[in-house]
């Protein structure tokens, strides 16, 4: 049996975003090189959603928003 291709993803159809894409990756590369240059490091930082979602093994904690300045 042999799976066919999802008929929106070809890539005729997202050509156009390629310049975008690549001029962001570019952007993205350059500002990293520059930060690295200067010893600087990426983290991920973690972000506080209003609601769990619906998964089953995600367990929810009580968090009090005190303000929205941080």
């Not at 983290?43 to 506080?48: E, F, G, I, N």
């Not at 979602?53 to 995600?58: D, V």
């Amino acid at each position: 049996m042999t799976s066919q291709a999802s008929p929106w993803w070809t890539p005729d159809v997202h050509a156009d975003r390629r310049p975008r894409l690549l001029a962001r990756n570019a952007i993205a590369t350059a500002l990293r090189g520059w930060f690295a240059s200067r010893d600087f490091i990426e983290v991920t930082t973690s972000a506080l959603q209003v609601s769990p979602g619906n998964e089953a093994h995600l367990a929810a904690f009580a968090t009090e928003a005190i303000g929205t300045d941080g």
